[in-house]
Nanobody, 114 residues
Framework: VQLQASGGGLVQTGGSLRLSCAAS????????MGWHRQAPGKERELVAA???????NYAGSVKGRFTISRDVAKNTVYLQMNSLKPEDTAVYYC?????????WGQGTQVTVSS
């Protein structure tokens, strides 16, 4: 399974970005897909996750600002990030849980300038 992430970039405080993560290489649908992030000097943390059934989970720091959604047919997950803050600056990684294992995509840098 390969995960291809895209959509990172540089944005000002209060701006928006949308991340995408497309999964390929499996005939099965994912069970859970999500986004984690890692800021310099900090541990990787869960940002948001969505199940194939549509259930979602968010870190407290992003609730109300970020929205995760999925297109099961396309094996793609999106993370809409609004009202971005400098503390959202990090490398964002998507991951996917399948019956056969857990997979990670390459990171995409999100930088929010103050």
């Amino acid at each position: 399974v390969q995960l291809q992430a895209s959509g990172g970039g540089l944005v000002q405080t209060g701006g928006s970005l949308r991340l995408s993560c497309a999964a390929s290489g499996s005939t099965d649908s994912f069970n859970v897909m999500g986004w984690h992030r890692q800021a310099p000097g900090k541990e990787r943390e869960l940002v948001a996750a969505v199940t194939s059934g549509g259930g979602t989970n968010y870190a407290g720091s992003v609730k109300g600002r970020f929205t995760i959604s999925r297109d099961v047919a396309k094996n793609t997950v999106y993370l809409q990030m609004n009202s971005l803050k400098p503390e959202d600056t990090a490398v964002y990684y998507c991951n996917a849980l399948y019956v056969i294992g857990v997979y990670w995509g390459q990171g995409t840098q999100v930088t929010v300038s103050s």
